[in-house]
């Protein structure tokens, strides 16, 4: 981006600078730490200049918004235009209340739907099986029908808003549920717009929640590629996801990497399929963690459009809609600490923070109380407050991509895409993504990064505040979500009737005909929807899959 | 001669959610005990059989997902069946203050939440477990 004879002169200042100013400074005055680094371990300099960017390119590596290499971001006028999507994960007890949660959510401002499902959905049982004891509603809403489904956007628009279901076990099952929900209010599907996050290889590398193997797994995730693009044209039919890779505790670098890497596979799985890579790229979504280290987090952002642009290329996309990296944001939930729950809100703020400036499409902040428990009502309308203020308030969106340019975050950008094609390289070595799966490497680099993170904070080495220092005694007085106690009891009751009361011959008929698809290579989505319509539950829909593909187990590594 | 304190780290019911688990079972390993990790999706009679098999001191029961009242208590209720008495018990994960008297009260010795040390952890059962 500059001549060569004006970059070789700044270097030449640089050094002296650093040799007269900055070195005999700290011979009297050391620096604060002996070496700084961030999260990712990237060690960081005292200064980025022009000579840090040396090798880029502005058309080629920089360029415009909505242009290639996206870098900048995927619409010509990002925020200008459009903000993003201010969309809370919400769920908890059964479909009432979290339905009640939605309205409020919505009533304040909310933008977008984001279902949290309890364990026992998130594994395709329904709330009456011996596996689900305890957890009925405990960390999102249990829902094991269509009956519950309808109850959960009861007086929702799902014409006008759109809805994220972080589901992924039984992805096309659910998705089934709210397609049928939305034709049995009068909804065309093609209509309804949403995501389903239907990422089974970061459940394998990190969230844990898997059913089926590998191989059935991927091409059921296939089959909703296939359905969505000719079916439900608006619906994200994968959101890949980094941030639960992120949360187990891996780097923003192996995030970056593990997520991308990931998509490619998705991409290639659907090519063999002999899926045209133009008909479900533009369908493809991603999901990223925002963690404390802002500048980290900026340039892992635009990194990842980037990258994908250009793997997205050579897989073959001629589309521009086929190379934008469209994600949504979650703010760490890794780095809330229980201890002074309020500050959270400050932490939270800059996290969302880095996600905006980094051009995020949609948006989810943490509230201040979720080391603790659910969220509260007060607690999560703050942390919606908290994404309102920087749009509406801070002039961060008055221009596009503003840290473009900036010499640290363009050398940071391209740090980390190098170390991205490093572990490109690592896991082409291993075989790919699923045998490296198999073979436990992310998971070991993951659970090598969680460790050294924490005995960082044990020694002191990382400080977080209100946990290893500026610590109080004061006690914890923040009001805890409580969840309706009948609810359970009301949910159980509701599966009971409605197995009496369905057309069972239907339902019978229906299981049988999706058997006897499964056990071959059409594309299921049609048959779970007929299983959906007559009121099959999701357990014994998702039941008749375990038998025919087995289940995943996976080796303890610790 | 002292014998290497002898703990299982395990996961119960269907949450997923194992780094805080993980990094336990190492950092208990670096301290010296001896450690089993059961891995994920474990019930109380998993749990408290493999306890049984490998003749554990400490069961280190870890869940974020908010089910603990029921899947800790059943553990420890399993162990009082069973009339087993010397295994201490202890849980980890995301949990309410308001809940933690009532763990203690059905026999969780100690409840270790998020932002904890891990040498806190190793102090206490060092502490506890008669050798």
Redesign the interface.
Known sequence: MYDKQKLESIKKKENEWQKNKYKKITKNHPERKESFENLSGIGIKNIYNPWDNKDLEFFKDIGFPGEYPFLRGIHATMHRGRLWTMRQFAGFGSAEETNKRYKYLLKHGETGLSVAFD??T??GYDSDHP?????FG??GVAISSLKDMEILFDGIHVDEITTSMTINGPAAIIWAMYIANAENRGINRNLIGGTIQNDILK?YIA???FIFPPEPSMKLIVDTFEYGFKEVPRWNTISISGYHIR???STATQELAFTLGDGIEYVKAAKERGLEIDKFAPRLSFFFNAHNDFFEEIAKYRAARRIWAKEMKKLGAKKDRSLLMRFHTQTAG?A????QPEINIVRVTLQALSAILGGTQSLHTNSMDE????PSEKAVRIALRTQQIIAEESGITNTIDPLGGSYYIEWLTDKMEEETYNYFDKVEKLGGVIPAIEKGFFQREI?ES??KY??E??TNKRK?V???DYITDDE?SIP?LKMDEKGEHRQINRIKKLRKERNNQKVEKNLHRLKKAAKGSENLMPYILDCIRSYATLGETCGLLREIYGEYE???I? | MNKKIRIL?AKP???????G???V???LRNAGME?I????HQ?AEMIVETAIQEDVDVIGLSL????H???FT?VTKLLKKKKIEDIIVLGGG?I???DIPKLKKEGISGVF???T???EIVEFINKNVKK
């Open positions: 364990y026992p998130l594994y596996l689900a004891r305890g957890e405990k960390c459940e969230q844990k929640s949360e187990a505790g890794c809330l600490t229980a201890q080391a603790l428990a659910l659970a969680a460790y924490q005995k904070i044990d977080i209100g946990v290893n914890i805890i996976e080796p303890a610790y | 780290i019911g269907l949450d997923g959610h194992d780094r688990a993980k990094i079972a190492r950092s450690v990790y059961t891995g994920l019930t974020l997902s908010g089910a009242m029921t899947l059943d995301i309410p203050e308001q939440g998020p932002g040390r891990t040498e």
